[in-house]
């Protein structure tokens, strides 16, 4: 019989004629490098033992290797709970001695999160004295819930029964005690900062600051100590030394204004101002455009969904809604500012009372929500959106949530802010008027009622299909396949370093 293979080349055949026995030969072929006297033994042994050390260390190395067929966010484990899984849904390649989670890697595409253990004082302690924190009045309700604040009352019969859960009175400064809980939880937050593209501060920058920017006399030396003592701290720390801090992020929940004092008679804090703050990325509810170590995420409204089940009923709830009113406005007047501006919005406003819709803020009636806004909203197919008190407000996103277009008057209160979490086109979600043209009499009303049902449907539906990014859900591990506003910010932050991009000062 042919060999299978054909003939041999030369180089297959047996040196000797002779067949020797495969231990024999074994032996003889080894048998002059076995003595311990032979260098050749101790380079095989050295190789043996280095194997055996890389196979007793692999369970303590900065990987997270757990299941990768779970589906929903789990937070980093602690190194004892690290497991290797073999099965279908886990399976892992062998790469360098070391077994490497595909599925892992894929969640954490821009790599993981390491947060540090900053002392109380920086952020559980100004919680815990949440009757100190307001020189008003306490903020303890409103920082209860994680941040969420008081569970919604009084919304039976205009949000679905089954979500009703869903909505509390978030108050809009909490955004740093809700970053703070879900980081700790973050899918992609790691336990070893050796491992880490990116470190979080979770310093509770504008609860620290809100009792001296309203108490009469304050000084600067107050306004400033706690982000004083906080960057002393981090700057001691090895990992932003290395960086300069460049990758290293904050939560802000102020504007960027209350934080950029640049004289001892101004008002608010100098934070930011502040050399070692220089290289570190803050995340405000409104920023400095021209500022690239900005980013301005979205107020907290009081929808927060446990699940995507409760998002997508409320999508649909708001997407099918009879609305019976063309526009609304939810706001005050600033009596102190000369021509002010809302006043004009008010006056046409109630001088349209069939196309109309008002809910008047006067004083603080409306500081976190209230069941008239919701349901002036979800009724009416656009809401008018001036600046606030500065260039945005929070309800911009209240406006949103309850599916209904906003209308803006200036480039800065959206487009100029909240770059990663609303449309690239404008146009497609809102409607701009010029603040200027208003003033010279242009009719609100008039403007809108131009704009054809079919165009009012496509706005209202890309709005509707946005509502996830500007939301913070109610869960540690948040919603399953889907990023919120608290997902879109970490990950945006991570990309943005792991791509090292921008600018960065020495």
């Known amino acids: 019989m042919l ?21 024999h030969s074994y032996f003889t072929a080894v048998k002059p490098y076995l003595s311990f006297h032979h260098r050749r033994t101790w380079f ?14 692999a369970p303590s190395l900065p990987f997270s290797l757990s299941a990768a067929g779970s589906s929903s966010p789990r937070p980093s484990p ?40 900053l002392p109380p004082l920086f952020n559980t302690e100004i919680v815990k004295n949440c009757h100190n924190i307001n020189p008003w009045s306490s903020r303890c309700d409103a920082l209860s819930n994680s941040g969420f604040g008081k569970s919604a009352d009084g919304i039976s019969g205009i949000v679905p029964e089954k979500i009703a859960g869903a909505w509390f009175w978030t108050d809009q400064f909490s955004l740093e005690v809700i970053y703070h809980n879900r980081i700790l939880n973050y899918r992609c937050r790691t336990l070893e900062p050796e491992s880490a593209t990116a470190f979080y501060i979770p310093f509770y920058t504008g609860l620290a ?14 306004r400033d100590r ?8 981090v700057s001691d720390q090895p990992f932003f030394n290395k960086s300069h801090g460049w990758d290293h992020f904050i939560t802000v929940g102020r504007i960027s204004w209350d934080f950029r004092r640049s004289k001892d008679e101004d008002w608010g804090s100098s934070c930011i101002y502040m050399p070692k703050m220089r290289n570190i990325t803050r995340l ?21 969904p446990s699940s995507v089940s409760d998002l997508k009923i409320w999508q649909d709830f708001v997407g099918n809604r009879q609305r019976s009113t063309l526009f609304c406005f939810a706001g005050a007047t600033r009596g102190f500012i000369k021509n002010d501006f809302r006043g004009i919005l008010l006056n046409q406003c109630y001088s349209e009372p069939g196309s109309c819709r008002v809910v008047d803020c006067g004083g603080s009636k409306c500081a976190n929500g209230t069941s008239a806004i919701l349901e002036t909203f979800i009724d009416s197919d656009f809401c008018l959106q001036p600046r606030g008190d500065s260039f945005t407000r929070r309800s911009i996103f209240d406006c949103m949530v309850a599916g209904s277009v906003p209308v803006f008057f200036w480039h800065r209160t959206a487009y100029l802010q909240y770059e990663w979490f609303l449309p690239g086109e404008p146009e497609s979600y809102s409607v701009f008027i010029d603040r200027n043209e208003v003033k010279n009499g242009t009719s609100i009303k008039s403007v809108l009622e131009k704009i054809s049902k079919e165009k009012v449907k496509s706005m209202r539906e890309k709005v509707i299909e946005y509502i996830p990014k500007i939301i913070y859900s109610n869960s540690i591990h948040g919603l399953e396949g889907i990023g919120d506003a608290f997902d879109v910010a970490v990950e945006g932050f991570l990309r943005r370093v792991k791509e090292q991009g921008g600018y960065k000062w020495k």
């Open 3 to 23: 060999p299978i293979s054909g003939t041999p080349p030369p180089h297959s055949k047996p040196k000797t004629p002779e067949i020797l026995d495969r231990k």
């Open 44 to 57: 095989f042994l050295a190789v043996l033992l280095l194997q055996l050390l890389l196979l007793l260390s």
């Open 78 to 117: 602690s190194l004892h709970n690290l497991s290797f899984d073999n099965s279908a849904t886990g399976e892992q390649n062998f790469r360098g001695g070391l077994f490497i989670n595909e599925a892992i890697n894929e969640n954490c595409p821009y790599g993981k999160v390491y947060v540090y253990n």
């Open 209 to 222: 600051v809100e009792r001296f920017l309203f108490t009469k006399n304050s000084t600067t030396e107050e």
């Open 226 to 233: 706690h982000c004083t003592m906080m960057l002393n701290w």
């Open 284 to 304: 405000l509810i409104e920023k400095n455009p021209w500022d690239y170590f900005d980013v301005a995420v979205p107020y907290p409204t009081g929808f927060h």
